[in-house]
């Protein structure tokens, strides 16, 4: 079982940055893709970034050039630096780790992004 805590949620004002972090129980990131999300009410929850065992990335068109992924092995950490927020942006963001040799998926509790026009 593995635990995934977020941090790093707050109102900020359009065209500012914010970064948030995932720390996990236990160092994965060589079993697991670890990836972002984010839901607004009434809609469903969508992919954002993705950072991948081998270290490659993948991003949503909407947050390209925006936002990056990244992860501190030694912090059992993921962060998402995101610059020039837009209102579009705001919206509850997940955490996730996606065991690649097994169907096992872990869900942080989510922290909320709301940025203001």
């Known amino acids: 079982q593995v635990q995934l805590v977020e941090s790093g949620g707050d109102l900020v004002q359009a065209g500012g940055s914010l970064r948030l972090s995932c720390a996990a129980s236990?160092?994965?990131?060589?079993?697991?893709?670890m990836g972002w999300y984010r839901q607004v009410p009434g809609k469903q929850r969508e992919s954002v970034a993705t950072?991948?065992?081998?270290?490659?990335?993948k991003y949503a068109d909407s947050v390209k050039g925006r936002f990056t992924i990244s992860r501190d092995n030694s912090k059992n950490t993921v962060y998402l630096q995101m610059n020039s927020l837009k209102p579009d942006d705001t919206a509850v963001y997940y955490c996730?780790?996606?065991?690649?040799?097994?169907?096992?998926?872990?869900w942080g509790q989510g922290t909320q992004v709301t940025v203001s026009s």
């Open positions: 996730n780790a996606r065991e690649i040799m097994s169907t096992r998926n872990y």
């Open positions: 236990k160092n994965i990131f060589s079993i697991a893709d």
């Open positions: 950072i991948f065992t081998a270290g490659t990335t």
